[in-house]
């Protein structure tokens, strides 16, 4: 179900609201070129209490890879050492 519009993290969002067996969710959608999950939502209707998990997400669609694609230096008179066997 389409819950209408709000705005997480600065960005206007689709909210969208959904109901299964035990569980309740909303998700809302980034509007615009980028339409990422930015929250998310789950409720338990097994317990009275209703607990719920609310996750906010923050994007980073360019990552820095410097130290995984920079050549490790070694030390004189160390000796390499493999991660795995």
Known sequence: M???QDIVGG????HYAF???QVDWQI???TGSRPLPRKLVITSRANEARPQSVTQY?????P????LC???RHQRGHARQSLFP
């Open 2 to 4: 389409n819950a209408g």
């Open 11 to 14: 960005e206007l969002c689709d």
């Open 19 to 21: 109901r299964q067996d």
């Open 28 to 30: 809302w959608i980034a």
């Open 58 to 62: 923050r994007w980073n669609l360019i």
């Open 64 to 67: 820095k890879l410097r130290s």
């Open 70 to 72: 920079s050549r490790s």
